[in-house]
T-cell receptor, first 114, second 118 residues
Framework: AQKITQTQPGMFVQEKEAVTLDCTYDTSDQSYGLFWYKQPSSGEMIFLIYQGSYDEQNATEGRYSLNFQKARKSANLVISASQLGDSAMYFCAMRVFNAGKSTFGDGTTLTVKP | GAVVSQHPSRVICKSGTSVKIECRSLDFQATTMFWYRQFPKKSLMLMATSNEGSKATYEQGVEKDKFLINHASLTLSTLTVTSAHPEDSSFYIC??????????????FGQGTRLTVV
């Protein structure tokens, strides 16, 4: 069974600063993908970034980067230069290859202050 | 990128009635679709997995007779909440996964449906 742990229920960051959202995972599988999603108040799930378990380099997508530490089983999301529109709930998720279904963490609510 | 469309985005229904929610993959063939339920400020809870042309697989604790899932085509899956009660009020969201390409990449999510049973 897979488990995702997000220990920060809520986070605050000043506009234009960087913020790190924590995510640790637990699995006995060797082949898996880690994902981060953003869920604004409208409810839609917006895919942000993906890291495969065999990827040697940390994933980056614009202002988003994933700090992947496989030995520690952590996949923290770093958002650089925070914007007011980044205020939302953020979910870390894991999917074992060929399984399809995702396991989600409890989420972190990020509030960007002007 | 791939698009998954979910309809309706909001629905209010009377207690005892049934509500159907549609999840469509617009530009790819979704061999597998997932239905999740989300309570306010909580995580997504997988309800069931459906593969095209076969019966859905329900997670433990999810009533299959109450939450009917049909995946009749490669582009459409429906979730019907039967005899809805106020405790069924929630946010329901689907995701779709196709075959081929690099596995492990994201399944695509619909916009979600906020169901309120009065």
């Amino acid at each position: 069974a897979q488990k995702i742990t997000q220990t920060q229920p809520g986070m605050f960051v000043q506009e234009k600063e960087a913020v790190t959202l924590d995510c640790t995972y637990d699995t006995s599988d060797q082949s898996y993908g880690l994902f981060w999603y953003k869920q604004p108040s409208s409810g839609e799930m917006i895919f942000l970034i993906y890291q495969g378990s065999y990827d040697e380099q940390n994933a980056t997508e614009g202002r988003y980067s994933l700090n992947f530490q496989k030995a520690r089983k952590s996949a923290n999301l770093v958002i650089s230069a925070s914007q007011l529109g980044d205020s939302a709930m953020y979910f870390c998720a894991m999917r074992v290859f060929n399984a399809g279904k995702s396991t989600f963490g409890d989420g972190t609510t990020l509030t960007v202050k002007p | 990128g791939a698009v998954v469309s979910q309809h309706p985005s909001r629905v209010i229904c009377k207690s005892g009635t049934s509500v159907k929610i549609e999840c469509r993959s617009l530009d790819f063939q979704a061999t597998t679709m997932f239905w999740y339920r989300q309570f306010p400020k909580k995580s997504l809870m997988l309800m069931a997995t459906s593969n095209e042309g076969s019966k859905a697989t329900y997670e433990q604790g999810v009533e299959k007779d109450k939450f009917l899932i049909n995946h009749a085509s490669l582009t459409l899956s429906t979730l019907t909440v039967t005899s809805a009660h106020p405790e069924d009020s929630s946010f329901y969201i689907c995701s779709a996964k196709g075959q081929g390409g690099r596995d492990g990449t994201e399944a695509f999510f619909g916009q979600g449906t906020r169901l309120t049973v009065v």
